[in-house]
């Protein structure tokens, strides 16, 4: 694992100085993928680098959790509150939907989620601007695999360096990368409502999913769960959709 680290640090490198760029920048949420790729771009970027913390509704642990991330890693950082912004966002949509009779009450709790991944993907690109940085994803092989990511939310990045780890994978690079214990052990979540975990909306496990694209057997309840995924998010893995040339 740790000539596998040297690697994607390595890997790292060569994208920024291919894209004419100056380091790279990431989202860091308090969960331990995204706590991965700070240390990362840290060591690849040690003076270019920046971690990008931004609540918005989000449980006060989180950003106590990002920041500890921060101080494992020195990253340089900065707090960018998203709260207000979305609140003007969705209260906007909601009231003109509603002026329309067309409020979807049941969809809104994913709408204002996916809006909050959303404001959170403009913000990095617009801090990224600023430094002339290359943003950084945070998607695991089985995140990636089963589309548990937002379109054009977190899943609107430049670069996927995990995406090929397994989740038991990226808890062993944590390991090495000196992430918190605390943040290794948590539980999975994309922190979208109060007691969100990423297994129970998923419905399988991270174990089951890192066993299945291992290759090795499981319960075909799990299966099925995980190939209907993987074939609902089809769309999320690809640019928009074109039609022939006729």
């Known amino acids: 694992m740790e000539e596998k680290i040297s690697k994607l640090v390595e890997w790292l490198r060569e994208q920024v100085k291919r894209a004419g760029l100056n380091g790279a920048i990431v989202g860091i949420s308090g969960g331990i ?11 690849a970027f040690p003076d270019h680098s920046l971690g990008l913390i931004m609540p918005c509704k989000s449980n006060p642990k989180d950003q106590e959790d990002a920041l500890k991330v921060v101080k494992s890693s020195g990253i340089d950082h900065l707090v960018i509150d998203l709260t207000e912004t979305h609140k003007t966002l969705f209260n906007e949509i909601e009231t003109k939907l509603k002026e329309k009779n067309e409020w979807n009450e049941e969809a809104a709790k994913l709408g204002d989620a996916n809006t909050r991944a959303r404001l959170r993907m403009t913000t990095l690109y617009a801090v990224a601007n600023n430094f002339r940085y290359i943003v950084v994803g945070t998607d695991n092989a089985a995140e990636w695999y089963t589309g548990y990511f937002t379109k054009y939310g977190d899943g609107g990045v430049d670069l996927v360096p995990l995406v090929h780890f397994t989740k038991g994978e990226v808890r062993e690079m944590a390991k090495i990368l000196g992430v918190p214990e605390e943040i290794i052990h948590k539980a999975p979540s994309a ?28 319960p075909e309840k799990d299966r099925n769960i995980i190939e209907d995924l993987h074939k609902r998010s089809e769309h999320k893995r690809r640019l928009a959709i074109a039609p022939p040339k006729f």
């Open 33 to 43: 993928d995204s706590a991965v790729v700070t240390h990362l771009i840290k060591r």
């Open 191 to 218: 922190g979208l409502w109060e007691g969100q975990t990423d297994e129970n909306e998923m419905g399988t496990t991270y174990e089951m999913i890192d066993k299945f694209l291992k290759g090795e057997e499981i």
